[in-house]
């Protein structure tokens, strides 16, 4: 490799570069994070379910002041389909259900805590 590139400059084992690349490296599955969190609404969706054990949809809707029911209920569905969160029906009428973050959403939520630590520092140190 030429000793120009950014990666090399990564502060890291050299064992340990090699999962940076490839269509199995670093970059898919950071890409692959970011699609799953990305969304004007999906944060503010994963930090109210991270503070509440758990949430109706009524409720998601009145915390996020300007979000439409068919934006919730898309970003809903697609953290769902990432298994991000979980939707538990309690087969009531009038219709009865509540969201909560599912175990690898709570695990991802470290990550989420760090980035806005790193734009804390980072805006202070601008």
């Given amino acids: 490799m030429i000793e120009t590139s950014t990666h090399l400059k990564v502060p890291m084992e050299q064992e340990e570069r ?15 994070v970011l699609r799953m969190i990305g969304g004007r609404w999906k944060l503010p969706i994963l930090f109210r379910l991270f503070v509440a054990s ?24 697609e953290l769902e389909g990432d298994r991000l969160v979980e939707r538990k029906d ?3 009428q009038p219709p009865h259900v509540e969201y909560r973050l599912t175990d690898a959403g709570r695990r991802l939520m470290p990550v989420l805590i760090a980035a806005r630590q790193f734009s804390v520092s980072h805006m202070a140190e601008s």
Avoid: N, W
């Fill in 18 to 32: 090699a999962i940076c690349l490839g269509p199995d490296g670093a970059v898919a599955h950071v890409a692959r």
């Fill in 54 to 77: 758990s949430m109706r949809t009524s409720q998601l809707k009145r915390d996020m002041q300007g979000i439409s029911q068919k934006m919730l209920t898309q970003h809903l569905r």
């Fill in 90 to 92: 309690f087969g009531e």
